[in-house]
């Protein structure tokens, strides 16, 4: 038996009445993911442990078979091991965005305009990160660059007690709120506010708004926290396999899982990524060598974030017709038994812009299961409706390998 789980990053969410109050996903048209909601097993799990933030951390955690409770360190450790930055015991590292913020006013009174700065490109980002280093990095304290808006700061033997705020949480709100507090959190907001003074008037973003972009005129210091130990998927699971994402956060949980990491040319995280071209290197990779596969896509979510309902639709189409789609009809035909996973990692509502903890649902089918001549949909509603809940999410990959 092989087995693929497909991930639809952020798809679940709350009716909305432009959409005839369905949800997002009733409205989309999805005919893979209700074949499979209608020929295998339906229903919704608990990927967020009750007092754990609901974020892609701890619900990825989850999904991939790992109680957060009891490996959840932070976020951010996650980004670091994909970008190759190797954290000692003492080390903390922090999620780093490059933001845009309101002008005029004193840092504090600033607005959170977009927390992804237009989707700066990696290229632009490598210039402020390199200007953010140099002024602000220390012994202590230095910044990597990753990939678009996404970096990582790692401060040395730092405290960890802090309260941090997700700047996608805070979109159009004034961040006076939100800023770092906990143990030194001064040092934090000073950062802040002095990469603002580096980077509102830095070349890249003069470029930017002379083209109509929004400029990523400060870092925002978020997601910490230290290096987890993880048992490795194969000594959990007894299978060899890969991980597909364009997010570090998800490629870095593969990593700690002893997991391979796939890359896909043209794949962006975004609703542009190339969504079949995951799909065929799934496909690839489970007639080869490998028994399982974790494919995330990541573009639902950011269509979230930023209220696009439009976009959202579209990204959980193209997940249905170019990622479900593509690895059914691959696998129809294989040589092997397989288990096909579709699952939402968390909600995030188009009406909140954020991640919120209610259970999503999911849908396991294995190749020789019968038809049952049922007609269920793949979403919220039809989920709950089966009855089926399994309330601690990381026992759900039990359920998808071991069958119990």
Same mark, same amino acid.
């Given at each position: 038996m092989k087995y693929i789980v497909i991930v639809g990053d952020g798809m679940a969410d709350?009716? =909305?009445?432009?959409?005839?109050?369905?949800?997002?996903?009733q409205y989309a048209r999805t005919p893979s993911f209700d074949r499979l909601a209608a020929q295998g097993e339906l229903g919704v799990v608990k990927t967020i442990p009750g007092n754990l933030p609901p974020g892609s951390d701890t619900a990825n955690l989850s999904v991939i078979g790992y109680d957060p409770l009891q490996y959840y360190t932070g976020r951010?450790?996650?980004?670091a091991v994909s970008l190759g930055v190797e954290l000692e015991p003492a080390d903390v590292s922090f999620r780093c965005n490059l933001v845009t913020l309101s002008d005029d006013e004193p840092y504090g009174s600033k607005m959170m305009k977009d927390y992804c700065s237009g989707e700066i490109t990696t290229d632009e980002a490598?210039?402020? =990160?390199?200007?953010v280093n140099k002024e602000l990095g220390t012994e202590e304290i230095d910044f990597h660059c990753g990939f678009n808006y996404r970096h990582l700061m790692v401060w040395h033997g730092a405290p960890d007690q802090w309260e941090l705020t997700p700047p996608h949480d805070i979109s159009g709100q004034a961040i006076s709120s939100y800023l770092p507090a906990g143990k030194e959190s001064d040092r934090l907001r000073l950062m802040m506010e002095q990469s603002y003074n580096i980077l509102a008037d830095h070349p890249v973003n003069l470029k930017r708004v002379e083209k109509g972009l929004n400029p990523a005129n400060s870092i925002w210091i978020w997601g910490n926290g230290k290096k987890p130990l993880l048992p490795t998927f194969k000594e959990k699971y007894g299978l060899k396999g890969s991980v597909i994402s364009a997010v570090d956060l998800v490629k870095g949980i593969g990593l700690f899982a002893g997991l391979n990491l796939?890359?896909?040319e043209g794949a962006t995280g975004n609703l542009d990524t190339n969504y079949r071209g995951k799909a065929e290197a799934a496909l690839q990779a489970l007639k080869s060598s490998q028994?399982?596969?974790?494919?995330?896509?990541?573009?639902?979510?950011e269509c979230s974030h930023r209220f696009e309902t439009e976009n959202k639709i579209r990204a959980i189409e193209a997940i249905d017709q170019e990622v479900v789609k593509t690895v059914i009809d691959g696998l129809r035909n294989s040589e092997f038994d397989y288990s096909i996973l579709m699952i939402t990692d968390h909600y995030t509502p188009l009406s909140l812009g954020t991640h919120t903890r209610e259970p999503v649902p999911f849908a396991?089918?294995?190749s020789g299961d019968p038809d049952l001549g049922r007609e269920l949909k793949f979403d919220e509603t039809s989920a709950s409706g089966t009855g089926l809940y399994i309330d601690e999410g990381y026992r759900l990959m039990d359920r998808f390998i071991k069958q119990v």
């Open positions: 709350y009716p =909305m009445k432009e959409l005839g109050d369905k949800t997002a996903l951010s450790p996650f980004e490598k210039e402020l =990160m390199a200007a796939i890359n896909v028994d399982f596969i974790y494919l995330h896509v990541e573009a639902p979510d396991i089918y294995r």
